[in-house]
């Protein structure tokens, strides 16, 4: 037997906003989901994705409430295209193995007043193999290097241009600017590229930090970079694994997230559509870290994953991601 529609204030609000909710939610993401990636403000829309999707969850519940066939039709519909960008992510394999290589990523925050040692005591604990820093100043600089907890090091002329400090326990074989073709007046940015030693065979790390996209030229610039960076690791991917990690400026959910991890031929380490935020509003940490999730980790096709979080608050306006990666034998 059908369920009769509600009637009453239920029946008004249906009228009043369900109904026009529903329909304006799912043109609003058929948009953005059709047209991210030609449009610098649609694009944008993406950083809020997570909270888009919430918006969606609590659409179908009102409809449902209306029992309005219409409304729960139209609710749905966009629902489902909003986790498509989800859906769309190529994701590493997961691993039971129980060693492997640790990486951690983090945006120390060029404005970042905190005393470092909060920061070295999470290495400490968390003793990653590799560290990849973006907005590094030389006072966190000296204070990392004088802690002594690596070996190896990337050189200060990478440093000076991008902010962009490597520490690893793996040698270090070589290092490289990636030099792109630069399409922006203003444009500098250049990911960078290590060869690593790993147990006598080459470990290709990327580390990047493109354009925060607040202007369309930035926005530009930065699908420029990853595009760049694409086509470096997809020649690496022939002779060894690769690992590409940082401050993307880009949200997982974002076209040109998808489309780098395709053009390289990489996978993200991070599963599912609920992510953590890793970029937050420090105005706001006292209630929640509402933000977005653009720092990432993306591996090669022989790359497994053991785990992936994020690491705490350690005065930054980023939280650290924290990777297990399990490596190939050969």
Do not use: C
């Amino acid at each position: 037997m059908p369920i009769a529609p509600r009637r009453g204030p239920i029946a008004l609000a249906y009228r009043a906003l369900v109904l026009p909710g529903v329909i304006a939610y799912l043109f609003s993401v058929s948009i953005v989901v059709l047209a991210a990636d030609r449009f610098w403000l649609v694009d944008l829309l993406t950083f809020a994705w997570p909270y888009v999707i919430a918006a969606g969850s609590l659409l179908v519940v009102a409809a449902l409430v209306t029992r309005r066939l219409k409304a729960i039709v139209i609710a749905g519909v966009g629902l489902a295209i909003a986790l498509i960008p989800a859906a769309d992510v190529p994701t590493a394999r997961t691993s039971a193995a129980t060693s492997g290589l640790k990486v951690l990523t983090a945006n120390l925050f060029g404005q970042n007043v905190q005393d470092p040692a909060a920061f070295i005591a999470l290495l400490r604990r968390e003793k990653p193999d590799i560290v990849i820093l973006e907005e590094t100043t030389a006072r966190w600089e000296q204070a990392l290097a004088a802690a002594g907890l690596y070996a190896y090091e990337s050189s200060r002329d990478t440093l000076a241009r991008d902010a962009i400090k490597v520490f690893s326990a793996l040698p270090i074989r070589s290092e490289t600017a990636l030099k792109r073709a630069f399409i922006e007046e203003r444009a500098y940015k250049q990911p960078l590229r290590l060869e690593l030693d790993m147990r006598g065979k080459p470990l290709f790390l990327y580390a990047f930090h493109p354009e925060t996209p607040r202007r369309p030229w930035q926005w530009r610039d930065r699908n420029a970079y990853l595009s760049a960076a694409a086509d470096a690791v997809r020649g690496d991917l022939e002779t060894a694994p690769v690992i590409a990690a940082g401050d993307w400026n880009t949200p997982t959910w974002s076209p040109f997230f998808r489309t780098f991890l395709r053009q390289a031929g990489l996978a993200s380490t991070a599963g599912g559509w609920l992510q953590p935020v890793t970029r937050f509003s420090p105005r706001f940490d006292t209630i929640g870290y509402i933000g977005a999730s653009i720092d990432h980790v993306a591996v090669s096709p022989d790359i497994s994953v053991r785990a992936h979080r994020v690491g705490p608050n350690f005065g930054s306006n980023h939280l650290p991601v924290i990777v297990e990666l399990a490596l190939p034998e050969n």
